[in-house]
């Protein structure tokens, strides 16, 4: 069988690239960082190895404005760690397998704990642009789950109590939210913000649903931190733009590189 039918096949593989090209025979724990991120993974540290995810089998660049396609490796604190810069997206039409073969690639290389990030759109009252909240939970929108084709996954408690409590350590002003995940590529319209705060979201956003039940399916912890670039549409009665998306991402990355960086130290 070809590795592209088989996604254990296609990740193990990954993983053993990874392995020879960063010189690191296991990692440890994985972080995925979302839209303009890429200012918070200098904060976590400095790279031992860097590669670009197309030396990869499996991955295809990311082809959404500011994923630049990079995987550091990266020590901290004893652990190695993962960092993929960029992430590939239900919207980019390459099916849900593609999505979370970076999850996957992580899980086969070692990882046991996932740290999702992502930029999202805020639906609760008070909410601000540049806040980082922890997700709590996720109400996941778009129809697909990773794991057509194996079988029930438990997801109680999937973005873990405990690494929530370490986070909130590090800084106790930190709010916890729902997080609605959408196939995107569009934003919503402000009558399905409506139903979205109805049905208990706090945040929307087109990522990190897929992922944490790859995650979860392959036995890693889960963690999950939103940035919260802009207000969901309706709120503030303005038009909704990636631009402001990015330009908050890049505003908040120094703050949320610290508190991930304090994350993975004490994970
Ligand atoms: Cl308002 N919606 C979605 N789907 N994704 C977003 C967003 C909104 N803001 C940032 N990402």
Redesign the pocket.
């Known amino acids: 069988p070809s590795t592209t039918s088989d996604p254990a096949a296609a990740a193990g593989a990954a993983a053993g690239t990874l392995a020879e090209l960063t010189g690191a025979a296991q990692h440890d724990l994985a972080v995925i960082l979302g839209s303009g991120w890429r200012p918070a993974a200098e904060e976590i540290g400095t790279p031992t190895a860097e590669l670009s995810m197309s030396e990869l089998p499996g991955f295809t660049a990311p082809s959404a404005v500011g994923h630049s396609g990079q995987v550091w490796s990266v020590p901290v604190a004893g652990k190695q760690v993962l960092i993929m810069l960029g992430r590939t997206h239900l919207y980019e039409g390459g099916g849900v397998e593609k999505v979370v073969h970076g999850v996957r690639t992580a899980t086969a290389a070692g990882c046991g704990t996932i740290v999702l990030t992502n930029?999202?759109?805020g639906l609760r009252q008070g909410m601000q642009v540049g806040q980082p909240v922890l997700i709590s939970d996720h109400l996941n929108m778009t129809t697909w789950s990773p794991l057509v084709g194996a079988r029930f996954t438990d997801l109680t408690d999937l973005y873990a109590q405990r690494l929530r409590d370490i986070a909130r350590d590090v800084d106790p002003s930190l709010e916890e939210g729902v997080y609605a995940g959408?196939a995107?590529p569009h934003?919503?319209t402000p009558a399905e913000i409506r139903m979205l705060r109805a049905l208990g979201a706090d945040l929307?956003?087109?990522s990190t649903v897929q992922e944490a039940i790859a995650a979860r399916a392959a036995g890693a912890e889960v963690f999950g931190l939103s940035l919260v670039?802009?207000l969901?549409?309706g709120i503030t009665g303005e038009p909704?733009n990636h631009q402001e998306?990015l330009e908050a991402g890049k505003a908040a990355a120094g703050r949320m590189g610290k508190l991930l960086r304090s994350l993975v130290e004490r994970a």
């Open positions: 930029a999202a759109g959408m995107g934003f919503e929307v956003g087109m670039t802009n969901a549409a909704l998306v």
